[in-house]
């Protein structure tokens, strides 16, 4: 009688699931199994509303896994400790899992390889979490690793893919294994930080999700993506960050149209900050050029918090950061909008910004966030002049919101002001306050900085940092 583990990590779905599939053709038993480390709950960067989302998602999974005659065993403690355990009390030979490349993943999973090995169970790893695995063949042509998105993006689209794994019909756990319990919401998030605004959780409202996106608003991805009022991307970032779709499935979904040819490049940006990642561990704490460790960034609290609460006297950006807060998600170009505003106006430390996204965002994933932070602040891959990242949130808000409808919904306090006041509402006279309800330093902050000002000194400030010739 042959037993596999399947350890679950952020891989939490029964189709295409490479791990999965291979243990179920290799094995009598298969026992899939999710352990509860104490941080990731409890820890620094745990969030009510993420945690949420995959106690639904790890539900979901149960029913999947019962739904074919196994179950999900849940347990709590050190990974090696409990892998060893349930493999003695299950007979299990083997450990399968879906390799995560971020640089903590990776450390333990070389830790849990090292304790096995001594109790001589095989531990192996599967692809899964990406579209292209095989990272060896992505290369410049002088063979170095990609730091520039769109050559990555032309040798990817070139490596041939893996075959889908097939989606398990029947599995059996073994007999006498205790299957543990999922922790209860409440013991991890209180009610009064759970948001009603945040999507549910789990594969099965994932796939209905991605369905309805193929066949609706993908057609206009392309034209409508950068609208944020018009909430046409997908909202299926935290669905892929969780593992609750394949992202590589969904590649082989994608009809042929211009939209969801400019989709499908989003998602090889998602692999293109894993690899980045894998490839330089380092980024998660320093500015990946080197030129710009030398910046020295504030981290002033009154600015950070005003940033953090939605008060800054821009209502794009405080629309932006009050609807991370109701709906632990933030629309792609409101993301950039906030980042530079963070950044390029505010000159606070791209880390602080990049600490606050990873507790709010139910998508919150180390290598999407940690790259996208330092692409906005320009002190990252992909490099573009400082000047070209750096927005003018009144320009931002009339190309992207132009009739103010994303900013009423987020800023009641902006409900009456006419839309060409909008992008600048300091810059309404005393009357136009009164009739549009909304009086200036009472209602509704001043600007806490000038842009102008600030986007002169941000200038100046990466201009020192140049070579001396
Ligand atoms: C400062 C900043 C921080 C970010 N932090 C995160 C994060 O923690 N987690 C996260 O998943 N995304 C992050 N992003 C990327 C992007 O904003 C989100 O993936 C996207 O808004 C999710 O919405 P969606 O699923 O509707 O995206 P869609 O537009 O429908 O895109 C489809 C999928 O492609 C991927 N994708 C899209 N844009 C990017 C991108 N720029 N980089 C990497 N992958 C991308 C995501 O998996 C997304 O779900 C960040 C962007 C910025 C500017």
Redesign the pocket.
């Known amino acids: 009688m042959k037993v596999i583990l399947v350890w679950y990590r952020n891989d939490l779905r029964v189709h295409d699931h490479p791990a999965l599939s291979t243990a179920t053709a290799d094995a009598d038993h298969v026992v899939p199994v999710f352990i509860f480390k104490d941080s990731l709950l409890h820890g620094p960067h745990s969030s009510a509303n993420r945690n949420r989302f995959l106690l639904e998602c790890l539900t979901d999974l149960k029913q999947s896994l019962q739904a074919k005659g196994a179950d999900l065993v849940s347990r709590q403690g050190d990974a090696a400790d409990e892998l060893i355990a349930l493999a003695k009390a299950s007979g299990a030979t083997g450990v399968y899992y879906t390799a995560d490349y971020s640089p903590g993943a990776i450390k333990r999973d070389k830790a849990v390889q090292a304790a096995l090995r001594k109790e001589a169970i095989e531990f192996r790893s599967f692809p899964g979490r990406l579209i292209v695995s095989n990272h060896d063949k992505l290369r410049t042509k002088a063979g170095n690793v990609h730091k520039v998105f769109t050559p990555f993006w032309k040798n990817w689209l070139q490596i041939q893919r893996r075959q889908l794994a097939t989606n398990p019909q029947k599995l059996s756990l073994p007999t006498g294994v205790s299957v543990g319990k999922i922790p209860e919401l409440s013991t991890v998030a209180s009610d009064s930080v759970l948001s009603p605004y945040v999507l549910p959780g789990g594969e099965t409202v994932g796939r209905r999700r991605l369905r309805k996106?193929l066949e609706g608003d993908i057609k206009q991805?392309k034209d409508e993506?950068n609208f944020m009022a018009k909430d046409s991307?997908?909202?299926?970032?935290?669905y892929?960050?969780f593992g609750c779709l394949s992202?590589l499935e969904i590649e082989t979904m994608l009809p042929s149209t211009v939209g969801a040819q400019a989709?499908g490049r989003?998602?090889a940006?998602?692999d293109?900050?894993h690899y980045i990642l894998l490839n330089f561990p380092a980024n998660t704490t320093t500015e990946f050029q080197e030129r710009f460790r030398a910046l020295t960034w504030s981290s002033n609290e009154i600015y950070l918090q005003a940033w953090k609460d939605g008060q800054t006297g821009y209502p794009i950006v405080d629309a932006a950061m009050r609807q991370l807060r109701q709906e632990g998600?933030?629309?792609?170009r409101a993301?950039?909008i906030?980042?530079s505003f963070l950044t390029k106006d505010l000159w606070l430390d791209w880390r602080l910004?990049?600490t606050h996204?990873?507790n709010l965002?139910i998508?919150?994933?180390?290598a999407?966030?940690n790259?996208?932070?330092q692409?906005?602040a320009s002190v990252g891959v992909d490099p573009a002049p400082v000047f070209r990242r750096l927005y003018n949130p009144s320009s931002q808000q009339t190309n992207y919101d132009p009739d103010g409808a994303y900013v009423r919904k987020y800023v009641p306090e902006l409900a009456h002001v006419l839309n060409k006041h909008i992008p600048a509402p300091w810059l309404m006279t005393a009357d136009e306050q009164a009739n549009s309800d909304c009086i200036l330093g009472k209602d509704y902050p001043m600007p806490i900085v000038d842009h102008k000002q600030a986007r002169l000194d941000t200038l100046d400030k990466f201009r020192a940092t140049a070579p001396k010739q």
């Not at 991307?233 to 935290?238: C, D, K």
């Open positions: 996106f991805y993506s991307t997908s909202r299926l970032s935290a892929l960050h992202a989709w989003q998602l940006w998602r293109f900050y998600w933030m629309h792609n993301r950039l906030v980042g910004g990049e996204f990873m965002l998508d919150g994933d180390e999407n966030n790259g996208n932070w692409w906005i």
